[in-house]
């Protein structure tokens, strides 16, 4: 098909995976793992491959300028492609949601009413940068029994190219439709527009990239959006710690990678502790090249740190996703005063509280707005991976259908389903 004539392209694309999509919701199990079990091996198997493709997208993107955290995503290194394979292998052995039946309750006319849980048919998936969520992608779409349009970041066509490849191998291997999973590959930015106003095709978008790609798809998206604008996720030191723990999850939760999503961005420390934490908190962040934005307080604690950069904290500070090594600091009297500064400034992503004091720890986990909410771990933790799911879609902060991490269950809809014995209603 001829991706130059855009229209008639999007159409063929959006027409295959409406008539995969049927296929793939009465797919059986065994066919669905053996896909997932094949695409695990091809990934294995075809490294230098990968890394060839790889190397010609970051060669690129660097002559392009891409540099930081947008380039750290676009590597597809041997660990990546570890436990992309891993996740493959975890979601085979996960059971299958698809037709599990929920809630079934008899009632007193004799019929039984439940609900059946199902594909949602086909899903959009626009992303940038990072090459492995075509394979995190796909794998929950096959799992699922959805089909899924996928759409990657111009900088890195290559990469996903060679691994769609590998997917459509290991559909066709399970007796599956290829269709199930396609990729769209024009670099075409009106590619995207199509998509997002298909509604006869798509069911849903999926965008995982930065605020402004998720904002215009909100925006001019005729589908259904499960998204998530930013990450500004807050770790807060309540007055009850232990402070050895404090200091060790405070600082893997800012500095063991700065550009993901769930990267704490904001630190708030209660004034008991705030003489006593914020010093030696201080002292890691500046042996690692952190710059602490923070209130008055909070500066004024911090200022014997030998080769700390600070700068003081502005309104926007506290609002801030930064993917980089800057992190915003302040100094709240109670718990109250933390829980309406998250509420108010945080992204309603992930927010933790660290503390030995069980009933501020149970108001942190009710009170706080937010898709996941932590007591006593690294805000890092806030991925489908780490929660079991094999691997995730994205993260949504919306209300309604997913929330958090969106792994297969939020990949399913469900739908009524009545047995009866011939009853009629009178």
Not at 22 to 46: G, H, I, Q
Not at 137 to 154: C, E, P, Q, T, Y
Request: glycine share 8%.
């Amino acid at each position: 098909m001829d991706v130059h004539d855009l229209s008639a392209y999007m159409a063929h694309v959006g027409a295959a995976a409406r008539s995969a999509s049927t296929r793939m919701a009465a797919a059986s199990t065994a066919a669905k793992n053996e896909a997932l079990v094949a695409l695990a091996r091809l990934l294995r198997d075809n490294g230098p491959a990968l890394a060839e493709a790889n190397a010609r997208d970051l060669t690129a993107a660097a002559a392009g300028g891409l540099d930081g955290p947008m380039l750290d995503r676009l590597k597809l290194g041997d660990k990546v492609i570890a436990t992309v394979a891993e996740g493959c292998e975890q979601i085979a052995a996960m059971p299958d949601p698809i037709g599990e039946i929920l809630n079934l309750r008899r009632r007193p006319s004799g019929i039984a009413v439940g609900q059946m849980r199902v594909p949602l048919g086909v899903f959009g998936m626009i992303y940038e940068s990072r090459p492995n969520v075509t394979i995190e992608a796909a794998s929950l779409a096959i799992k699922s029994g959805n089909a899924a349009i996928l759409r990657g970041g111009s900088e890195a066509l290559h990469s996903n190219v060679a691994l769609w490849k590998l997917v459509q191998a290991a559909l066709l291997e399970a007796g599956l439709p290829a269709e199930a999973v396609q990729l769209i590959e024009t670099t075409d930015r009106a590619a995207v527009g199509k998509l997002i106003t298909m509604p006869e095709s798509v069911d849903v978008i999926i965008p995982r990239g930065g605020k402004g790609l998720i904002e215009r798809i909100s925006a001019e998206s005729r589908v259904p959006v499960i998204k998530h604008l930013d990450g500004n996720c807050h770790t807060y030191v309540d007055a009850e710690v232990d402070l050895d723990m404090a200091l060790l999850v405070t600082e893997n939760a800012k500095t063991q990678k700065y550009s993901p999503c769930n990267a704490t961005e904001s630190l708030l420390v209660h004034a008991a502790q705030a003489a006593t934490f914020l010093p030696r908190i201080a002292a890691v962040f500046a042996a690692k090249g952190v710059e602490v934005r923070g209130c008055a307080r909070t500066l004024a604690a911090i200022a014997g740190v030998a080769g700390l950069k600070t700068a003081v904290a502005t309104e926007q500070d506290w609002a801030e996703e930064y993917l980089a090594p800057v992190i915003s600091a302040k100094v709240v009297d109670t718990l109250d005063e933390a829980i309406a500064h998250i509420n108010r400034h945080g992204s309603h992503h992930t927010d933790a509280i660290l503390t030995t004091h069980h009933p501020n720890a149970m108001r942190f986990l009710r009170e706080v707005d937010s898709a996941s909410v932590m007591v006593n771990a690294s805000t890092r933790f806030a991925d489908g991976f780490e929660y079991g799911l094999g691997a995730e879609i994205g993260i949504s902060t919306d209300k309604f259908h997913a929330r958090g991490p969106v792994g297969l269950d939020g990949l399913t809809s469900l739908k009524y389903v009545v047995l009866g014995q011939g009853e009629i209603r009178t």
